[in-house]
């Protein structure tokens, strides 16, 4: 992209992080039946979001000066995005009702095969390895709860 663009992004998006991070403050630090409150994975995200945006900012802070005239214009990329924003409308939709693997898993799935056709393999690997480790890790080591398997599966 270009200079002015990444650094007014970083900007922004450090004020959404920070925004993120205060309303964690807010919301209840337990849950019934978690041991891990509903405000971690918020102000995890808004101090993550902060972090990578002030990185952002100190990059933009080392690229080269563009010669005058050369401007580069980006093509957007409309398809893709669409295809990028209606999985993750369809994953807010499907995630109680399939589950947090198998709603993840579809998602990543489908965001590999945009960015990258082909390799669906190693698109399947990454996105059971995420869905499950994420799983794993958030509800049993971290006592949180995300929505299980259906129970259609009888697993």
């Known amino acids: 992209m270009s200079k002015a663009f990444d650094r007014t992004m970083s900007i922004v998006f450090l004020a959404v992080g920070t925004a993120f991070a205060y309303g964690s403050l807010s919301i209840s630090s337990s849950a019934y039946g978690s ?5 971690i994975f918020p102000l995890g995200l808004g101090i993550l979001l902060m972090l990578i945006s002030l990185r952002l900012f100190y990059e933009t802070l080392k690229y080269p000066a563009a010669p005058k005239g050369e401007g580069r214009v980006a093509r957007l990329d409309y398809k893709r995005f669409l295809v990028i924003l209606s999985s993750a409308i369809g994953y807010i939709m499907l995630l ?4 947090y693997v198998i709603s993840t898993f579809i998602f990543l799935m489908i965001g590999f095969q945009t960015m990258e056709r082909g390799k669906w393999l190693y698109s399947a690997m990454i996105s059971a390895g995420f869905s499950i480790g994420v799983y794993y890790v958030y509800v049993e ?7 299980g398997l259906p129970s259609w599966l009888g697993l």
Do not use: M, Q
Request: overall charge negative; aromatic content about 0%.
């Open 96 to 99: 109680e009702e399939i589950g």
């Open 35 to 39: 041991h891990v409150g509903p405000n």
């Open 141 to 147: 080591l971290l006592k949180g709860t995300l929505p």
